[in-house]
Structures are given as structure tokens and as C-alpha cells.
């Protein structure tokens, strides 16, 4: 493919006639993408990112459907690497929006001058390592392909989104729209039959919106959710001073937390206060806004265990108290798995919604949807006709982008192939027979830029380390890969996280294999692992 090559302006880049070569190729221009372009370009290397969207956000370029937004505290989840750019942003409200936190990441863009070396319309369709010359070809549906020393799929962990094998899509006479995917132009929902299947945190933001212009609205609830009140609020000046100045401090906070959130667990066991001491914690937490309720409430809330039912009962009993037919409210309480063993949905008055005369909740656990008709929904019991169906019906998560791109190692293994049984990685960023390939959509859960950025930093660096140090080559040698695996497996089967069938686990997607995809340690730990790592030159690697 490439004939001669000669030296092009940027420094570390190459081209050909028909190939051009980075010192890195970044796929993906969300939250993670952008930063590794930044700090990659930082290091003086010539770096290409990818982008298959027409602009930059990932998922808060994509998922536009009406109600999306932060449940972590919006200060909290910009890039922390600029003052300037602390002090410059205005976080509108506590909880922002997908429309503010797409201008966010587009100033951000701007601010940094980024979009130079980013390439939008490019789907990816293939990265296969090319041993001889220890390079990664990136090849595009549209365009020519690459090659680079490094490559650096930062592609999300919830971007590929999941629609069920359903009989009969195709005949639906109506509109059909993913959550994940929600046309730029909106979709008119005014006085029209919308059916939502799903009720996770997409399903139950979206639901409490469109309800408010539907004509009517089936809701097709297989799992009922725990879900908390959001409480958001816009920030007021005085407030926004508050926050620009106690930066250090905030990020200090999340810097200390398992998930990389602010809220710090109460130490005490709610086991050990009296049953009134416990209730007014549960109430107090229970009008605070976000996690705090979730995340600053007695440790062993969030334990498998006695305390975990306490405060689920709780949480239910909250539920039947906002949902007037009692039968309706049974059916909105969560039976059959622990309190935060899946992501708490937070909503601003999301269980109202049943209490509208034109919305109806659809069990369909008991009798399931059999297929998509030409005019609705059929479940084992009823057709519901329909105008237009929404699928908030999730990711195939963490695997599922990687999987997207036929990605070829050494030997032709392909990565679906090897995490065909679940994810073989160590520390969820490197996978033996991969070389100088680097997941960090694996590795982060919680308050995604808060865990993003240290892991990010983490990849840059290394990259560094190995090119100062005379190193072209850098991959996980099998003996940590299989400790770390284990370890995943092993421990993260105990924690709560993992009790559930979610997309955690892989278990929502059907013939998955069902592992913990992402580390199970808290995000310090996770941090001190990999800053020991490099410290003791990088153990568990083989540097070539
Ligand atoms: O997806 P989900 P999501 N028949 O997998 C149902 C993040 N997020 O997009 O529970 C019928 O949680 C499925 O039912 P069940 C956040 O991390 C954050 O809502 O499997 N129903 C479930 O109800 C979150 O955890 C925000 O029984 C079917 C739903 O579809 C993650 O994204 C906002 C079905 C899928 O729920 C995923 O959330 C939104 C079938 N065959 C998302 N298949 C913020 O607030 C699936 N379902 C920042």
C-alpha cells in the first residue's frame, strides 16, 4: 500500500500517495476522544482523531432525546486540566442538559483548537496491526486508510446502541428512533400514540418529557427501577462565584471517591443507629439533589446485604406514595434485584407521569413483546397500535464499540474474538497480542470525566515514557493479563455492581458472556495501581 513516504510539516507525520501515518490514531471525539487529542498533541505528536458523528460530544452529540442530562453535578464533570477554562465556562444548571453540555465540549473544541486534527464523517470500519512494521492500519468506510504507531480507541462505553432482536421493525408503518440515536431535527411527538419500550435512566428521562405533549403514551416496562428525585436547579451568581472559586476543592472531593463522584459514604453502618436515626437520615438525604442520597448514606447501603434492603424498602415506599392506582405503583417498585446494584435513574417527576390519564404502563415480564406489527406493538397478550416507537433500550456496553470495528492483532486474532468470553485485559487498558493499542473506554466508571482524565493522562504519559526511552513497542505480557482477569472476575463478582442483570455485565445483551466490564476496584485504587505500575517501569508490560 505505502511506496515512498516522505516527511510532511507536522512533525512525526508521514505521508505516502495514498497513506497517511500518525504518531497515534484517536477514534472517537467524546469526552475521553478530545482530551487524548489534546494531550497527545501536547506530547509534539502528530495525532489523527476519528469521528463518525459531524461533530464532536459522543454521546452528548447523539443522544439528543429530549430530557438527556447530567446526573452527576455539571461542575463536576468538565475537564479539570485548564483554569481558564474553569473560569471561563458558566455552568447554567446543576444538572445540565444535552444541549448546554454539547456547546460545552464544542467550545471546548474551539478553545483548544482541536477540530485541526480531527476528521468528522469517518466510520472506522477496521484497525489490524501490522507486525513487521509494528504499525496499526486504520482503514475508513469512505476514504483512505492510515497507519499509526499507536492507536487509541476511545470510542465509549455507552455508544453502541442496543435494539432488540424484535420481529417485524422493518414493517412498522410509524416512526421508529433509538434513544442514542435521536434525529438533530427532534421528532414530532405532539398528540401522537408513542410506545416507549425501556425504563432505565434514558427511558425514564425521556418518558417524563414526552409525556407532557404525547396524545397518549404506552410505556413497555420489563424491569421496574429504583429511581430518585434529581432536584435540579439553575445556578445563580452568587452560586456560580462559589463554584469557579472551590475548584480545587471540588475536584479534590471526587478525587477521593470509589466512582469519582463528590458525595462521600456516611462511615457509620445505617446497622447501627436506631431505626429513627436511620428513617431521618433516609428522609434528609431524601430532598438533597442527585447522588447524595444514593452516595452519602450509611457505606453499607451500597453492600449486598441487610442495610442494601432497608434503604430499597425505603426507595419503594417512596415510589407508592407519588403513584395514585395502587396497582400501577406495585408495579413501578422494584422487587427483584438490591438498590443500586444498576444505575440509580435520577428523575424530576418521573413517576407523575402515571398518575396522566393518557399514559398506560405495559408489564411486559409477564407477557412479553412478541413482535413489531405494522401498526404498533404486540405483546403475548395484546396489540397496542402505535404512531411512532422509541427503544430506550440501552448499550451493548464497554465491548459492544470495540466490537463494532473489526480490530486484528497479532496472528489475525481479532478483539471480539479474544473478548468473546468476556474482556481478557490488564488494568482494562491493555490486551496481550495488542500492541500499542490502548481500550480507555474499558476502563472508567462513575463520573466519567473525572475517572477519564487521570486515565487519559496515564495513556499519554506511557506513550512518552516509551518514546523517550527508545521503546517502539509496548504490550501486556499474558502473566499480568491473566491476574488482572482474574481479579475482575473473582472479585468483582461480590460487589453490588455486579448482582444485577445489566448492562455492568454484559447481561442485558442477549448470548453476551456475562463478566464485569469494567475494574471493580474504587477509582483511587485504580489510579495508585497504574501510577505503581509506571513508577516500577511499567510491570506487567513488555517494552520492546
Ligand atoms: O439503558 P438500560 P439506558 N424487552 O440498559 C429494557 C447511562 N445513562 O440507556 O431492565 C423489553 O439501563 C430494559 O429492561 P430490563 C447510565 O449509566 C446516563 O436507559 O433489562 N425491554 C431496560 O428497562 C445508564 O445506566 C444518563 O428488564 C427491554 C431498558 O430497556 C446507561 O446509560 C442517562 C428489552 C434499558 O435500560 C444505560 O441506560 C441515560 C426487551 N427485549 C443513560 N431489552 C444520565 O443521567 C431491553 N429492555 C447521565
Redesign the pocket.
Known sequence: MANQTQQSPIVGKETSDDVEHFDAIVIGAGVTGLYALYRLRELGLSVMSLEHASGVGGTWFW?RYPG?????ESYTYGYSFSEELLQEWDWKEHYSGQPENERYLNYVADKFDLRRDIRFNSHVTSAVYDEDRGVWTVNLEDGQPMTAQFFIPAVGS?SAG?I?D?EGIDSFKGDVCH??RWPAKGMDLAGKRVGV?????????LITEIAKVVGHLTV????A?YCAPLRNGSIDAETQKEIKASYPEIFRKCSETAGSFIHQFDPRSALEVSPEERLEQYETLWKESGFKKWLSNFHDVMLPGEANEDYAEFVRNKIRERVNDPVVAEMLVPKDHMFGS??L??ESGYYEVYNQDNVLLVD??NA??ERITPTGVKTSDKDYELDVVI?????D?VTGPLNLIHIEGEGGLTLKEKFAGGPKTYLGIATVGFPNMFTINAASVGNFVRSAEPLVEWVTETIRYVRDNGFTRIAATPEAEDEWTKHVNEDGAKILRSKA???FVGA?IPGKARALLNAPDPAPVMRAKRLEVAANGYTGFDLQ
Open positions: 443522544s438527556a442530562r447530567f446526573d452527576s455507552l442496543y432488540p424484535f434513544t442514542s419500550i425501556g425504563t432505565g435512566a434514558s427511558g425514564v428521562q413497555f416496562q420489563r424491569t427501577n444498576k444505575r435513574p435520577c411486559v415480564k412479553p413483546i427503544f430506550a433500550t440501552g448499550y456496553a442483570d445489566s448492562w442485558n
